[in-house]
């Protein structure tokens, strides 16, 4: 009989599918039975062709691969609260080894096996192969094959049924071809997440990627071909410095009551260091951050993002030495065209690279302050060029927070929270993360020292923020659709500006401009026109409008997560 060749398959796929949902919290349903059915018998019932030799073989590797994406779905919707994302896909594959040895060492633990589905999905890539090897009897199935066929026949076109409608949802997320920002938003309205077995997510979330590279096409053709109209060199040394994970309420310059930026308030004192008050990210992933920040283009422009080209190509027009030193992504370490929909692909392309950046760092450093060193040996050097932008991008407060300071350079202690209700292992947690940014306020300062003797001027703003059990019992970024509480801990980021004695000398009207600007509200995609118009940068790319320093600026709806209004949000 035929299903004596693919039942122990069948069943395999349709168990792994039903352990992937979490029934405490209603997911169960006819659609998600049905769909996992039929997609158990599309997947089994073609091996039932291949000859008994191969079949065993074929079953167990189609099998096998079948579980352990739905192990790794299930891990994602128990421990991210999410399951299978494209941005979940995208970080897995963007990971180096740095990260994702962070990752399993924070993540990974004799827990993961105390969840009853992580037990029963394992336990089924274990007893599968057995399965297979072992004679079943089949008195219980039917006596006649044709009544057999016609009840499956019967089951089979009712669960056709069934999914046609969601089946055409389905597809809407396969028709975004030229409307890469709308399906932006239908990922982060979770509408993929309808779809209810790991195969099917994992199906978009390649899809998904395979689309950010026809933007990556885009973005490169628009970049190459932009040119300036003038410069006026207005502010000789520019710097971009970007944090990573940095959550703002956990910083003494936004009303932190403990002292984990004593060296950043000092230079605040001094009135050489500016603080803006509102700012916010329009994602809480780096990868997506980098391309809004290196890009002209905003939300609301109405058109594409591969419309506007990267900001760095101006400078370099503009006779800049352009210098970008990253302590996570480095040129050799990023593969070549995987992303996420507006990820950071343009670090990892060839032609941009060359076109954007005069120099890279080539190797990354366990603390951020080794990385000041490689800064120090381009910044320091004797042959320093008139007119220079550096782009620094820190490991700042990443997880393993741990790992992101010295030792013995700990200041903060679990004791230290014993007050706010936590268990000792979040207590710990919260002490090594405002460790690991009073370590970040050393390195911020010793970069700032770099250039105190030049006519520099530096902006410092983070990518996005991290939950570390502040209002939410939880440490890290939840990548789910933003309520107010993720909204103030991870899309709140600091920012501020930092002026050396000669920049406040000669550009007092700028440095007066910066000061009327610091309760202006703005997100991190302003950033690149600041940095145009402090540069004295035109373009067909630069408005007054986007410029947050400019007297007729104006703040568009500050979107998060795609199509969040913050604001509205956080009323």
């Known amino acids: 009989m035929l299903l004596s060749r693919y039942w122990q398959l069948l069943l395999c796929i349709l ?26 018998f599309l997947l089994s019932c073609p091996t039932s062709f291949v000859h008994r030799p191969l079949r065993a073989v074929v079953q167990v590797i189609l099998g096998e691969t079948v579980v352990c994406v739905c192990l790794v779905d299930c891990y994602c919707q128990l421990f991210l609260g999410s399951p299978i994302t494209p941005q979940i896909l995208n970080i897995i594959i963007q990971s180096n080894w740095r990260e994702s040895g962070d990752f399993f060492s924070a993540f990974i633990g004799s827990y993961v096996f105390m969840q009853w589905r992580i037990i029963g999905i394992l336990t089924l890539a274990l007893l599968f192969p057995i399965a297979l090897l072992i004679k079943w009897p089949f008195n219980f199935l039917p006596k006649t094959k044709k009544c057999w066929n016609i009840g499956v026949s019967v089951l089979i076109t009712i669960c056709l049924a069934c999914e046609t409608l969601p089946a055409y949802r389905f597809y809407q997320l396969f028709a975004m071809d030229t409307d890469a ?25 390649g899809y998904s990627l395979s689309q950010s590279r026809r933007m990556l096409e885009s973005v490169r053709q628009t970049t190459l071909n932009a040119t300036i109209d003038s410069c006026s060199h207005r502010s000789p040394h520019v710097v971009l410095i970007i944090g990573e994970s940095y959550n703002k309420h956990h910083s003494t310059l936004f009303g ?19 603080v803006f008050r509102d700012v916010v990210t329009p994602w809480n992933i780096t990868s997506n951050v980098f391309l809004n920040l290196f890009s002209t283009w905003q939300y609301g422009d109405g058109s594409p993002v591969g419309s506007c080209p990267l900001f760095p190509v101006f400078f370099r027009q503009a006779d800049y030495v352009v210098c970008f030193f990253s302590n996570q992504y480095l040129l050799k370490g990023l593969k070549k065209g995987a992303t996420n929909q507006m990820g950071n692909f343009f670090l990892s392309d060839p032609e941009l690279n060359n076109c954007m950046f005069s120099f890279r760092n080539r190797s990354s450093e366990r603390y951020d302050m080794a990385m000041v060193k490689q800064v120090a040996d381009v910044v320091l050097s004797k042959d320093r060029p008139a007119y220079t932008l550096d782009i620094i991008h820190l490991i700042g407060q990443h997880f393993e927070y741990a790992e992101r300071y010295p030792a ?4 903060f202690e679990a004791q230290d929270y014993t007050g706010m209700q936590l268990s000792l292992e979040a207590m710990q947690t919260k002490a090594h993360y405002d460790n690991a940014t009073r370590y970040d306020d050393m390195v911020l300062d010793s970069l700032l020292s770099l250039y105190e003797h030049e006519d520099a001027v530096v902006v410092f703003i983070a990518d996005h923020g991290e939950e570390v059990y502040d209002e939410l019992p939880v440490h890290g970024r939840l990548f789910q659709q933003p309520t107010p509480a993720l909204a103030r801990q991870e899309f709140e980021v600091p920012m501020w500006i930092w002026c050396s004695e000669n920049y406040r000398q000669n550009h007092q009207e700028i440095v007066a401009k910066i000061k009327c600007a610091v309760g202006k509200p703005m997100t991190t995609g302003g950033i690149s026109h600041l940095l145009l118009y402090l540069a004295g940068i035109k373009c067909r790319w630069t408005t007054e409008q986007k410029n947050v320093l400019s007297p007729c600026y104006q703040c568009r709806p500050r979107l998060i997560a795609d199509e969040v209004d913050y604001d509205e949000l956080l009323k």
């Open 15 to 40: 168990t792994a599918f039903l352990l992937c949902v979490d029934a405490t919290t209603g997911g169960w349903s006819l659609h998600l039975f049905a769909t996992s059915l039929l997609a158990a």
């Open 408 to 411: 013995n350079l700990a200041y």
């Open 181 to 205: 920002q709308r399906m932006e938003g239908l990922i982060f309205r979770h509408y993929h997440e309808e779809i209810p077995t790991p195969l099917h997510r994992i199906f978009f979330a």
């Open 256 to 274: 932190y009551a403990k002292p984990t930026t004593p060296l950043q308030q000092e230079r605040k004192a001094k009135d050489e260091l500016y």
